[in-house]
């Protein structure tokens, strides 16, 4: 059994641009969580997919913005980055229902 | 404002020492998550409670959801410094909703 998976692990880029990062689900889980953390502070809960479908989220703006493929795995798209969005990104996957969750080991994201 | 409030915030301790930690909400929650975060890593899952006034117990750690489901503890008894990490408390509403609290960082001294 994989564990949860998130590439790249560091990226940089400059405010503006757009960014993708990608999480691969623990195998044979259908749910994926994304979490944006900022140092010191605990996750914030950004979206869930749920078999390709958006079935959650929290308060971000729409420039945050997701995809579950067929074998759900995911990405998190964020459009014109701004300083503020430099942040550990964690996704986590779980099974429906049961309410436990899986953390990758994120993707550390720093926009200049 | 943080929908799950932790305390205490930092906590440094001496090996064997007992220590407990909070996790506070004026919200109902469906269940409640504890993991425990080191520098750089995701977190890990150390426990998930569901029922009201549920125990849990892991080796050292004892986990207690209250009775309303709106708070939690984390109880540590004789800790050591591998215990050593951030804490986290975290609830489900709606089953597809979580909240985090802000973290516990503890410190066990040798």
């Known amino acids: 059994e994989t564990g949860v998976t998130q590439s790249p692990t560091h990226l940089i880029k400059t405010r503006g641009q757009q960014v993708t990062l990608r999480c691969s689900s623990q195998?044979?889980?259908?749910?994926v969580s994304w979490y944006q953390q900022a140092l010191g502070q605990g996750p914030q809960f950004i979206f869930q997919?749920?078999?390709?479908?958006?079935?959650g989220r929290g308060n971000f703006p729409p420039r945050f913005s997701g995809l579950q493929f067929p074998n759900y795995s995911s990405e998190l798209n964020v459009n014109a980055l701004e300083l503020d969005d430099s942040a550990l990104y964690l996704c986590?996957?779980?099974?429906?229902?049961?309410?436990?969750?899986?953390f990758g080991p994120g993707t550390r994201l720093l926009v200049l | 404002t943080q929908l799950l409030e932790q305390s205490p915030q930092f906590l440094s301790i001496q090996e064997g020492e007992n220590l407990t930690v909070y996790c506070n909400s004026s919200?109902?929650?469906?269940?409640l998550q504890w993991y425990r975060q080191e520098p750089g890593e995701g977190p890990v899952l150390l426990v998930t409670?569901?029922?009201?006034?549920e125990v849990k117990k892991l080796k050292r750690l004892t986990f207690q959801f209250g009775d309303a489901r709106k708070d939690s503890s984390l109880h540590i008894t004789a800790a050591q410094p591998g215990d050593t990490g951030l804490y986290l408390c975290?609830?489900?509403?709606?089953?597809?909703?979580?909240?985090f609290g802000s973290g516990t960082k503890l410190n066990v001294k040798p």
């Open positions: 986590a996957s779980s099974l429906r229902g049961p309410e436990t969750q899986y």
């Open positions: 195998s044979g889980h259908n749910t």
């Open positions: 997919y749920y078999r390709e479908e958006e079935n």
């Open positions: 919200s109902v929650f469906s269940s």
């Open positions: 409670v569901v029922t009201g006034g």
């Open positions: 975290a609830g489900a509403r709606n089953f597809n909703k979580f909240y």
